[in-house]
Nanobody, 122 residues
Framework: QVQLVESGGGLVQAGGSLRLSCAAS????????MGWFRQAPGKEREFVAA????????YYTDSVKGRFTISRDNAKNTVYLQMNSLRPEDTAVYHC???????????????WGQGTQVTVSS
């Protein structure tokens, strides 16, 4: 299993930016695709973005395209989610997760971080 710890969440005004980080333990990080999911109170978990094991392929849900960027630094065992032009509807707990192959379905991921809260005020 890959242990994942998110950081970088917080409170930001609409239009602002945040950069989330997800640090992985061990040396298996580079063999895993990584994804970001979010869940708002009363809502189902939602796919946000994913990146393939070497960062060649990236995927985004339509609502964040052009605003969010997923990236990874395998040498640092870290995946990032740069979030720009944030909107109140982006408010959620954001989780990073690891999978064998990049996917948009949460059940494809075998390891999950504890989550970090992102709150966007209007």
């Amino acid at each position: 299993q890959v242990q994942l710890v998110e950081s970088g969440g917080g409170l930001v005004q609409a239009g602002g930016s945040l950069r989330l980080s997800c640090a992985a333990s061990g040396r298996t990080f580079s063999s895993s695709a990584m994804g970001w999911f979010r869940q708002a109170p009363g809502k189902e978990r939602e796919f946000v973005a994913a990146i393939s094991r070497y960062g060649v392929n990236t995927y985004y849900t339509d609502s964040v395209k052009g605003r969010f960027t997923i990236s990874r630094d395998n040498a640092k065992n870290t995946v990032y989610l740069q979030m720009n032009s944030l909107r109140p509807e982006d408010t959620a707990v954001y989780h990073c997760a690891a999978a064998a192959v990049a996917a948009s379905r949460s059940d494809e991921y075998h390891s999950w971080g504890q989550g970090t809260q992102v709150t966007v005020s209007s």
